[in-house]
């Protein structure tokens, strides 16, 4: 994988400008902050980012991946100022879980997701290191 930052940009703070990469990809449907069983542990903003950033790594992990795999997000957030609000706790879960803010990222504030308790819900796609042939 390759972060791309053109000639005399600065180094955007919590994502990459561009990211090139070759392998396998793996496309990561939108997923929310409920565990396993479809349960919301917590309405706290932050707490429901954690999660869903679990749910993303369970994901890259059952496809032979590592978080560090992930090449794009797409963050969709109910409140954009809760987002902000959250953000040094939604950071640390993103270095615990994820690692590197290498990947490209948009965050987008919409009116409302599908379950109606959720309040981050977040796509990605991933590139899979190509596997020697046996």
Do not use: C, H
């Not at 565990?35 to 903003?45: L, Y």
């Not at 797409?74 to 590197?100: C, H, M, P």
């Amino acid at each position: 994988m390759e972060v791309i930052l053109p000639t005399g940009w600065p180094r955007p703070k919590g994502y990459a400008n561009g990211v090139a990469a070759s392998g396998k990809m793996l496309f990561i449907a939108g997923m929310i902050g409920w565990d396993a069983q479809g349960r919301f542990e917590s309405d706290d903003f932050a707490v429901q980012a954690r999660q869903a950033l679990k749910n993303i790594a369970d994901v890259v992990r059952e496809a032979g991946g590592k978080p560090e795999n992930i090449v794009r997000m797409t963050w969709y957030v109910t409140d954009k100022r809760e987002y902000l609000a959250a953000a040094r706790e939604v950071g640390q879960a993103f270095r615990e879980i994820i690692g590197s803010y290498n990947a490209a990222m948009t965050a987008v504030e919409v009116k409302a997701l599908i379950e109606d308790r959720a309040k981050v819900e977040i796509e990605a796609t991933a590139v899979l290191p190509d596997q020697p042939s046996t």
